[in-house]
């Protein structure tokens, strides 16, 4: 199943808020809910799945939106982009010092706001992976960023986040839940994704996404295969089913195949 990136939008103005949620949802994205202040932003967060959120500098109550930012922080480390229009030099300082994943300038266009979720994601990872802090909310580059231009290569730029991956596509990215990988199957330098109903094609061998993935129910089946261990339905000596999917069992992978059983 295909689960959308959830946005949380933390903005004052009635129209600006709309607005946004238009754009989001047409570009795929679902909004889990629109507060007006940062007490309500910080409730929808303790009790909804936020991955991203949209945090107005200037609103009213008493938390601005840079006091929001630290509250929200202190709940779930996620990545927030601030929306601003202009801001005092003291509020910007203040700004900076929470590390945002992005900044959206107002008025702004659907590409615009594209671009700084894909900014956005990218940044935070990139600031994660640098500080090395083992937080139990984290998003993390699977894919190393190109080094003569600094930005990841689109065909196979994915993030690896809690019990998700993002998959990036045309400036949106993709969740897919990693217990929901049915298998996956490699074509030369590039491995499909493959869940129940979806598949994802990522530049990247088998082998080096198995190892990035590190996922212990990912089992390797055959030189172009490995399965998730928990939706096998059956299998024999030569063959392993999913579903209605037929998956060869090589027989190098064997014995590292049934090393997945408790023998009793």
């Known amino acids: 199943m295909e689960h959308k990136m959830s946005v949380l939008i933390v903005e004052d103005e009635g129209i600006v808020a709309l607005g946004l949620e238009n754009m989001l949802q047409l570009e795929g994205y679902e909004v889990t809910g629109i507060a007006d202040n ?3 932003a910080l409730e929808i967060i303790k009790q909804q799945t936020v991955d991203l959120v949209l945090l107005d500098i200037q609103i009213k109550g008493e938390w ?19 929306l601003t229009a202009f801001s005092d030099d003291e509020t910007v300082e203040r700004a900076r010092e929470t590390f945002p994943a992005a900044y959206l300038t107002k008025p702004y266009q659907a590409r615009s706001l594209m671009i700084a979720i ?24 699977l894919f190393p960023r190109d080094r003569s ?21 045309n400036y949106k990215f993709i969740k897919v839940r990693l217990n929901e990988i049915c298998y996956l199957q490699a074509d030369g330098n590039y491995t499909g994704i493959f869940t129940s109903d979806k598949k994802y094609i990522i ?5 080096a996404l198995l ?16 399965v998730n261990m928990e939706v096998i339905d059956h299998f024999n000596e030569n ?26």
Do not use: C
Not at 215 to 224: A, F, I, Q
């Open 38 to 40: 940062g007490k309500e």
């Open 118 to 141: 894909d900014l956005a994601l990218h940044n935070f990872a990139f600031h994660k992976q640098q500080s090395g802090r083992q937080d139990t909310d984290k998003i993390i580059p």
């Open 64 to 82: 601005d939106g840079v006091e929001t930012a630290r509250q929200l922080s202190t709940v779930r480390n996620i990545p927030f982009i601030y």
């Open 149 to 169: 231009t600094g930005t990841m290569d689109q065909k196979e730029a994915i993030l690896y986040f809690n019990d998700a991956v993002f998959i990036k596509q």
């Open 211 to 226: 190892e990035k993935l590190n996922r212990s129910n990912l089992s390797r089946v055959h030189r172009s295969f490995a």
């Open 239 to 264: 063959a392993i089913f999913v579903g209605e999917k037929e998956i060869p069992l090589g027989r190098y992978y064997k014995d590292g195949f049934f090393q997945n059983f408790d023998f009793r």
């Open 203 to 207: 530049r990247h061998t088998l082998s």
